[in-house]
């Protein structure tokens, strides 16, 4: 079987049905959307560095008996796709390949594949219900969130620098962004 392997930017696509994704090895770091699987190259230290900073925040703000996890999959029930957001918040599950309920947060740390994260995702999480995004662009030194309305995410909140709070449903989260692209 001959198999063509496109690039664009730092990501590889490998054509592929569902089925045969599902049975793919997870060694590598995957996802699968638009009838490939996708792999990207390893996040930069930057991004290395505000994941980690932005999950122990998320941790201490977090709902009582939350879960936040970091690079895990998500494949709502019946998508047949599966992407991987850098963070995520949602109720504990004892789900171990990809949570399948509907997280309260999803968090992309923006890579050089700008339009993975934000066209192709945030076009995903919208039709999957995720009720809040926030985009992370170390880049720009931004933080965009996001909420679903009527399906659809509208900005709730655009952040370049200082202590701001950033929201998801109820739940205040405070971020020093100087420190957080530090």
């Keep these: ?13 490998l054509p592929m049905s569902w089925e045969q994704y599902l049975t793919y090895d997870d060694a590598v770091p995957s996802e699968y959307y638009g009838g490939a699987l996708v ?5 930069s230290q930057l991004h290395q560095h505000i994941q980690f900073r932005l999950t122990t925040l998320l941790h ?4 009582a008996g939350a879960a936040v996890t970091q690079g895990w999959a998500w494949s709502p029930d019946g998508a047949r796709e599966e992407l991987g957001p ?8 004892t789900e171990q390949r990809a949570l399948r309920s509907i997280p309260f947060l999803v968090v992309e740390i923006v890579s050089t594949n700008r339009s993975a994260d934000l066209v192709a995702k945030l076009q995903r ?11 992370v662009d170390p880049r720009d030194h931004a933080v965009t969130t996001l909420v679903l309305r009527d ?4 900005e709730s909140g655009f952040h370049t620098s200082g202590a701001v709070v950033l929201t998801y449903g109820d739940i205040e989260v405070p971020v020093d962004l100087d420190a957080l692209f530090g």
Excluded: K, N
């Excluded at 792999?39 to 996040?43: D, G, I, K, S």
């Design 125 to 135: 999480y919208a039709a999957w219900g995720a009720p809040s995004y926030w985009i």
């Design 1 to 13: 079987m001959t198999v063509a392997i496109t690039r664009s930017d730092d990501l590889q696509r």
């Design 86 to 93: 850098d963070l995520m918040v949602h109720e504990p599950t």
């Design 39 to 43: 792999v990207a190259a390893q996040p």
């Design 151 to 154: 399906g659809l995410y509208e």
């Design 60 to 63: 201490a703000h977090a709902p």
